[in-house]
T-cell receptor, first 112, second 113 residues
Framework: GNSVTQMEGPVTLSEEAFLTINCTYT??????LFWYVQYPGEGLQLLLK?????DKGSNKGFEATYRKETTSFHLEKGSVQVSDSAVYFC???????????FGKGTRLSVIA | NAGVMQNPRHLVRRRGQEARLRCSPM?????VYWYRQLPEEGLKFMVY????????ESGMPKERFSAEFPKEGPSILRIQQVVRGDSAAYFC???????????FGPGTRLLVL
C-alpha cells in the first residue's frame, strides 16, 4: 500500500540555519507529493507540491524536488526564521479522488 | 472566499455521550474529506463524501461513527457513545470537482473525559 516516512523530530535550529526534513514514500503508480505545515492550534496549510518526477515545488523560501529514483521529496530551506516553527507533514496522493496519505509529521523549533 | 470552517473548535464530552462535528467547505467545493489526528501522529483518512453521497468510508470505524454531507448545509461527522480513545483532532478538507489540492479547516479538538 501507500505510505510516507519522514524524519523523526523534534528538530531545533538557530535562526538563519539550513533546514532539511527528509521524506520518502512508497506508492503504486505515480503519486502527487505535498508538504503541509501546521502552526500551533491551527489546521494544515499547503506549503508546496509536485505532481511528477523531477518537478520542484517552492513557496516562501521552502523547496522540495520529486525524486522518483530515490522515492523522496525532501523539504529544504536555506535560512529558517523563528516564524517557521511549526509541524511539517509530507503527504502523497494517487490519481483520482483518493485521500491524502500523511507522514507522522516533523516538529521544527527555530530559536533566535 | 472564506476558507473551510469547522465548529466547534473544541468539544468536551463524557464517555457515552454523542459528539457532532461540523464542516462547511469552501464555496464551490463539492468534495469533503474527514481526517483524524491522534496526539503526535499524522492525519489518518476517515471518510470521503460528495454532496449527498458517501464515496469512501474505508478509514472510518464501522461502529459508532457516521458521516453525511447533505444537499444543503455542512458536512457532519457524528460519533455516538464516545470513548476516551476518540480524543483527537478531527480535520475536514474540501476541494472542487476535478482538482487536486485539498484545503483544510482549523479542526475540532475533541476531548473525552
Amino acid at each position: 500500500g501507500n505510505s510516507v516516512t519522514q524524519m523523526e523530530g523534534p528538530v531545533t535550529l538557530s535562526e538563519e540555519a539550513f533546514l532539511t526534513i527528509n521524506c520518502t514514500y512508497t506508492a503504486t503508480g505515480y503519486p502527487s507529493l505535498f508538504w503541509y505545515v501546521q502552526y500551533p492550534g491551527e489546521g494544515l496549510q499547503l506549503l508546496l507540491k509536485a505532481t511528477k518526477a523531477d518537478d520542484k515545488g517552492s513557496n516562501k523560501g521552502f523547496e522540495a524536488t520529486y525524486r522518483k529514483e530515490t522515492t523522496s521529496f525532501h523539504l529544504e530551506k536555506g535560512s529558517v526564521q523563528v516564524s517557521d516553527s511549526a509541524v511539517y507533514f509530507c503527504a502523497l496522493r494517487n490519481s483520482g479522488n483518493t485521500p491524502l496519505v500523511f507522514g507522522k509529521g516533523t516538529r521544527l523549533s527555530v530559536i533566535a | 472566499n472564506a476558507g473551510v470552517m469547522q465548529n466547534p473548535r473544541h468539544l468536551v464530552r463524557r464517555r457515552g455521550q454523542e459528539a457532532r462535528l461540523r464542516c462547511s467547505p469552501m464555496k464551490g467545493h463539492s468534495h469533503v474529506y474527514w481526517y483524524r489526528q491522534l496526539p503526535e501522529e499524522g492525519l489518518k483518512f476517515m471518510v470521503y463524501l460528495q454532496k449527498e453521497n458517501i464515496i469512501d468510508e474505508s478509514g472510518m470505524p464501522k461502529e459508532r461513527f457516521s458521516a453525511e454531507f447533505p444537499k444543503e448545509g455542512p458536512s457532519i461527522l457524528r460519533i455516538q457513545q464516545v470513548v476516551r480513545g476518540d480524543s483527537a483532532a478531527y480535520f475536514c478538507a474540501s476541494l472542487p470537482a476535478g482538482e487536486e489540492t485539498q484545503y483544510f479547516g482549523p479542526g475540532t479538538r475533541l476531548l473525552v473525559l
